[in-house]
């Protein structure tokens, strides 16, 4: 039942983003092209979200102690903001001001068959592995000065 309601959500969400053009990586330049030919829907759909996402968060966690499908919520708990962090947002904005897809709206556009979604998604795969990679080479080095001090 857990794998039938992640597709059933997973279809909820790409129907969402499909049907409010966010599929549509032309539609997202033009809302960063504040200058020339700005579309503001994207602001609309990103609000729509944040409520519904709102609403729905304070329904759930004052009505169940637990996830139906889970033995606890995974819910972050650092509220730190930190230079990964950081970074991290400036890379994914300028990636999603750059090719118009962020990683939400590029899965359901991998439908559409485009050549360039497909391309998108072997960059975003890419990026992933080099941050992975990344973050432990660093975790190693800050073990080794660790123990060596």
Not at 33 to 40: E, H, I, L, M, Q
Not at 103 to 125: N, S, Y
Request: glycine content about 14%; some cysteine.
């Amino acid at each position: 039942m857990k794998h039938v309601m992640t597709y059933a959500i997973g279809l909820m969400f790409g129907l969402g983003i499909s049907m409010g053009g966010m599929a549509n990586p032309a539609k997202v330049v033009n809302f960063f092209d504040v200058a020339g030919t700005w579309d503001a829907s994207l602001a609309f759909v990103m609000g729509g979200a944040v409520i519904t996402a709102f609403i729905g968060y304070r329904i759930v966690f004052g009505r169940w102690e637990t996830p139906v499908f889970e033995p606890a919520f995974n819910v972050p708990t650092s509220r730190r903001i930190d230079a990964r962090l950081i970074g991290g947002s400036a890379v994914f904005g300028i990636g999603w001001g750059i090719a118009g897809f962020c990683p939400g709206g590029a899965l359901p556009a991998l439908g559409t068959g485009d050549v360039d979604v497909f391309i998108f998604f072997a960059a975003l795969v890419v990026g992933i592995l080099a941050a992975k990679f990344l973050m432990k080479r660093s975790t190693k080095r800050a073990a080794q000065s660790a123990t060596c001090i």
